[in-house]
């Protein structure tokens, strides 16, 4: 082996983080398809690397006949008695063989030959080391754009960015650096694809991670994470250690995490909801920014019913209904939002549905039965009858007389 090519192998080795024995292989395979076309695509010859010299030696393998009909394939027994007495026909013997001028062809055919083969190793490598890395975060170096899929450099391989994941307000150049979420690793005939993304709500999560001591130890946990990419992000945070606030650690002192996060994120804005089991606060909370007056819930269903100052109900709706949808995705119910005005107006007709039917209802009872007053004034007039009827009685015998 020639030291151009020792310097070859070394050199891959360092730069691809290929191990030597691998390319070392590729290597010996690249040798004998040179030296088997040397001999006619002979099959019979296979070579052997000494590791103690760093040299490879051809040989060729013959098996032992009474009759020779290949030459290049078989040796007569008689042949091969004269070079190993206990040879009989059946056998297989080894003769090296040299082939002329090797180290030339080595260094112009055989190194070509040899990256297309660690081409395949280098793609084993990269799938090794990336497929347990989906979900994590990755930063690099855009390279290039290609029929809507960014080329980002992220060291010993490119991923690949689709324009669909990136945020709605990003155009990205040659040069950007940008963090992506690895979303999943394809195998294909040119390789393992490692597929980016900027839009998944995981990547703010990770982002957090990363910027956040508190959460990468333990001691404040992500709870869930819900976004519109590019617009809001509403982030569900609660600490495990009562004496350590878990909006603050996120935020940072002056803003300093959330903002670094933020900057990444092109400008999206980022809510930090403090999670909580109460149902009614929970809800409350989702629909930050806004402030909220009171909160009904109806448990079989899932729905809420949110009452706000008439100031904060833009606000607590959001530009095209964002915020409360968030809010909907957070808490995984359905919210209602109403005025001060509008549920004022709401109770209103209640009360006066409610009077309306009250009202209706006893008049109808009194059509169906008689009241007390009415029962006397039937008694009064049966009893002024029959004591005009004594009267008439005691007059009539007076007149006979």
């Given at each position: 082996?020639?030291?151009?090519?020792?310097?070859?192998?070394?050199?891959?080795?360092?730069?691809?983080?290929?191990?030597?024995?691998?390319?070392?292989?590729?290597?010996?395979?690249?040798?004998?398809?040179?030296?088997?076309?040397?001999?006619?695509?002979?099959?019979?010859?296979?070579?052997?690397?000494?590791?103690?010299?760093?040299?490879?030696?051809?040989?060729?393998?013959?098996?032992?006949?009474e009759?020779?009909?290949?030459?290049?394939?078989?040796?007569?027994?008689?042949?091969?008695?004269?070079?190993?007495?206990?040879?009989?026909a059946?056998?297989?013997?080894?003769?090296?063989?040299?082939?002329?001028?090797?180290?030339?062809?080595?260094?112009?055919?055989?190194?070509?030959?040899?990256?297309?083969?660690?081409?395949?190793?280098?793609?084993?490598?990269?799938?090794?080391?990336?497929?347990?890395?989906?979900?994590?975060?990755?930063?690099?170096?855009?390279?290039?754009?290609?029929?809507?899929?960014?080329?980002?450099?992220?060291?010993?391989?490119?991923?690949?960015?689709?324009?669909?994941?990136?945020?709605?307000?990003?155009?990205?150049?040659?040069?950007?650096?940008?963090?992506?979420?690895?979303?999943?690793?394809?195998?294909?005939?040119?390789?393992?694809?490692?597929?980016?993304?900027?839009?998944?709500?995981?990547?703010?999560?990770?982002?957090?991670?990363?910027?956040?001591?508190?959460?990468?130890?333990?001691?404040?946990?992500?709870?869930?994470?819900v976004?519109?990419?590019?617009?809001?992000?509403?982030?569900?945070?609660?600490?495990?250690?009562?004496?350590?606030?878990?909006?603050?650690?996120?935020?940072?002192?002056?803003?300093?995490?959330?903002?670094?996060?933020?900057?990444?994120?092109?400008?999206?804005?980022?809510?930090?909801?403090?999670?909580?089991?109460?149902?009614?606060?929970?809800?409350?909370?989702?629909?930050?920014?806004?402030?909220?007056?009171?909160?009904?819930?109806?448990?079989?269903?899932?729905?809420?019913?949110?009452?706000?100052?008439?100031?904060?109900?833009?606000?607590?709706?959001?530009?095209?209904?964002?915020?409360?949808?968030?809010?909907?995705?957070?808490?995984?119910?359905?919210?209602?939002?109403?005025?001060?005005?509008?549920?004022?107006?709401?109770?209103?007709?209640?009360a006066?549905?409610s009077?309306?039917?009250?009202?209706?209802?006893?008049?109808?009872?009194a059509?169906?039965?008689?009241?007390?007053?009415?029962?006397?004034?039937?008694?009064d007039?049966?009893?002024?009858?029959?004591?005009?009827?004594?009267?008439?009685e005691?007059?009539?015998p007076?007149?006979?007389?």
């Amino acid at each position: 082996m020639t030291k151009e090519l020792v310097h070859v192998i070394d050199q891959i080795s360092r730069e691809k983080g290929i191990s030597r024995d691998v390319l070392i292989e590729a290597l010996s395979s690249a040798l004998l398809s040179v030296a088997r076309k040397k001999y006619d695509g002979r099959t019979n010859i296979d070579i052997k690397f000494d590791e103690k010299t760093g040299s490879f030696s051809f040989y060729e393998t013959k098996t032992v006949v009474e009759k020779v009909e290949d030459e290049g394939y078989e040796i007569s027994v008689k042949d091969a008695k004269a070079i190993d007495p206990r040879r009989a026909a059946g056998d297989e013997m080894e003769f090296p063989i040299e082939v002329k001028d090797f180290s030339r062809i080595a260094a112009q055919t055989a190194k070509q030959v040899i990256f297309q083969r660690v081409r395949e190793a280098e793609r084993e490598v990269i799938y090794e080391e990336f497929k347990d890395k989906v979900g994590e975060i990755v930063s690099g170096t855009i390279s290039r754009k290609e029929k809507g899929l960014y080329f980002v450099d992220i060291g010993k391989t490119e991923a690949l960015l689709p324009q669909r994941n990136t945020l709605p307000s990003e155009t990205l150049k040659r040069g950007d650096r940008v963090k992506g979420f690895i979303e999943e690793i394809r195998t294909t005939p040119k390789g393992p694809e490692i597929i980016l993304s900027r839009t998944s709500p995981e990547l703010v999560a990770g982002l957090f991670r990363m910027e956040v001591p508190e959460i990468s130890e333990g001691l404040v946990v992500i709870k869930d994470v819900v976004r519109e990419p590019g617009e809001r992000t509403k982030i569900a945070v609660y600490s495990t250690n009562a004496s350590i606030d878990p909006v603050g650690a996120c935020v940072g002192m002056k803003g300093t995490r959330v903002q670094s996060i933020v900057r990444e994120l092109r400008g999206e804005r980022i809510d930090i909801i403090p999670w909580t089991d109460d149902l009614r606060m929970l809800i409350a909370r989702a629909l930050s920014p806004a402030s909220i007056e009171r909160v009904g819930i109806v448990e079989e269903e899932k729905t809420a019913m949110v009452v706000v100052n008439d100031q904060q109900l833009s606000i607590a709706i959001g530009k095209r209904g964002q915020n409360v949808r968030l809010a909907m995705k957070l808490t995984g119910w359905d919210i209602d939002i109403l005025s001060e005005t509008e549920y004022s107006k709401m109770k209103m007709e209640e009360a006066d549905k409610s009077f309306e039917e009250s009202i209706s209802g006893s008049a109808g009872s009194a059509g169906e039965e008689e009241t007390p007053a009415e029962k006397e004034t039937v008694a009064d007039e049966s009893d002024s009858a029959q004591n005009e009827e004594a009267v008439q009685e005691e007059q009539e015998p007076q007149e006979e007389k």
